[in-house]
Nanobody, 124 residues
Framework: QVHLAGSGGGSVRAGGSLRLSCTASDHTPAANYMGWYRQAPGKERERVAG?????????YYGDSVKGRFTLSQDYAQNTVYLQMDSLKPEDTATYYCASSSSRTRWLTRPPEVWGQGTQVTVSS
């Protein structure tokens, strides 16, 4: 069973930037597609962004983060990064690293693997 270790996050003012990291313990089919969900208090969990680990295809970005968040990866380190720029107070949430076996599954079903959450707080 692959394990995902998420890190990063913190508190910033609106307009600031943060970077999240997600490292997979191994390359397995369940970690073919990696990314993040987020959940704000009182709201449902929201799909944020995802990418095929190792490349291939275009990354997925949720409508609320398009143009502000950018995915990248370090294949040698089994790590995917989420650069979050132009942060807004509504981006405040707990961010969960997660993975699925494919982009289709990522978009249609809950992830197969979840990492621990990390808090992002954006003040106005």
């Amino acid at each position: 069973q692959v394990h995902l270790a998420g890190s990063g996050g913190g508190s910033v003012r609106a307009g600031g930037s943060l970077r999240l990291s997600c490292t997979a313990s191994d390359h397995t089919p369940a970690a073919n597609y990696m990314g993040w969900y987020r959940q704000a208090p009182g709201k449902e969990r929201e799909r944020v962004a995802g990418i095929y680990f190792g490349g291939g295809g275009s990354p997925y970005y949720g409508d609320s983060v398009k143009g502000r968040f950018t995915l990248s990866q370090d294949y040698a380190q089994n790590t995917v990064y989420l650069q979050m720029d132009s942060l807004k107070p509504e981006d405040t949430a707990t961010y969960y690293c997660a993975s699925s076996s494919s982009r289709t599954r990522w978009l249609t079903r809950p992830p197969e693997v979840w990492g621990q959450g990390t808090q992002v707080t954006v003040s106005s």
